[in-house]
Antibody, heavy 116, light 113 residues
C-alpha cells in the first residue's frame, strides 16, 4: 500500500524556518517525481514545488521561490521542504503528493502556522 | 501562468441525479505531440487530502466509480457525476499539469439538494 506521511509542521514566528518531511513507503520512491501542495485554512489548493526522481530538476511557485528548497533522499525514501523567511501567508496544510501526470497519492498533510 | 476557472462555485443536486462541473483553462492544455490533455480532477472531503479521480482529462483512476467521467479538450473540460450518491458530497478541483506552475481551479462544492 502506498503511504506518504508528512511531519515537521508547527507554529513558527514570521521570519522563522521549518523543515517538513514526507516519508514514503509501499512503492519505488526512486522512480517518481514528487510535489508539495499547500492549502490555506478554508481555501483551495496551491502547488508549491516539484522535484524529479533523480533530483536533477526542481521547480517552485513564484510565491516561495528563493525562500523554500525542495530536496529528497532516495536511500531513505524521503522528501523534504526547507522553508525559510516564513510569512503569515504561508500558513497552510502542506501535503506531499506523488506524480507528475496527475497526483495519484497524497499524504494526510502537516499544518504550518506562521504567527507572532 | 495558466488560470483555471471552475463553474459553478457550488452546486446542489438531488440524489440519483446528474451533476456537472465545468473547468476552463486560460490557454490550451492539449499537447499536440501526444494529443493528450494535461488535466486532472480531484475530490476532497472535509479533513481529508484530495483524491485523484480523472487524469488526461478523461481517464478514470483505478478504483474510482464509473459514475464519474471527464470530458473536454483544449481549454474546456467537464466532470460529470452521472447519478449522485450521498458519499459524493465534497469539493471538486480541476488541475492543469501542462506547464509550470501547475495550477488548480478554486473548487466546486457539491451538495445534496
Amino acid at each position: 500500500e502506498v503511504q506518504l506521511v508528512e511531519s515537521g509542521g508547527g507554529l513558527v514566528q514570521p521570519g522563522g524556518s521549518l523543515r517538513l518531511s514526507c516519508a514514503a513507503s509501499g512503492f519505488s520512491f526512486t522512480t517518481y517525481g514528487m510535489n508539495w501542495v499547500r492549502q490555506a485554512p478554508g481555501k483551495g489548493l496551491e502547488w508549491v514545488s516539484y522535484i524529479s526522481s533523480s533530483s536533477s530538476t526542481t521547480y517552485y511557485a513564484d510565491s516561495v521561490k528563493g525562500r523554500f528548497t525542495i530536496s529528497r533522499d532516495n536511500a531513505q525514501s524521503s522528501l523534504y521542504l526547507q522553508m525559510n523567511s516564513l510569512r503569515d501567508e504561508d500558513t497552510a496544510v502542506y501535503y506531499c503528493a506523488r506524480g507528475a501526470d496527475g497526483y495519484n497519492h497524497w499524504g494526510q498533510g502537516t499544518l504550518v502556522t506562521v504567527s507572532s | 501562468d495558466i488560470v483555471m476557472t471552475q463553474s459553478p462555485d457550488s452546486l446542489a443536486v438531488s440524489l440519483g441525479e446528474r451533476a456537472t462541473i465545468n473547468c476552463k483553462s486560460s490557454q490550451s492544455v492539449l499537447y499536440s505531440s501526444n494529443n493528450k490533455n494535461y488535466l486532472a480532477w480531484y475530490q476532497q472531503k472535509p479533513g481529508q487530502p484530495p483524491k485523484l479521480l480523472i487524469y488526461w482529462a478523461s481517464t478514470r483512476e483505478s478504483g474510482v466509480p464509473d459514475r464519474f467521467s471527464g470530458s473536454g479538450s483544449g481549454t474546456d473540460f467537464t466532470l460529470t457525476v452521472s447519478s449522485l450518491q450521498a458519499e459524493d458530497v465534497a469539493v471538486y478541483y480541476c488541475h492543469q499539469y501542462y506547464s509550470i506552475p501547475h495550477t488548480f481551479g478554486r473548487g466546486t462544492k457539491l451538495e445534496i439538494k
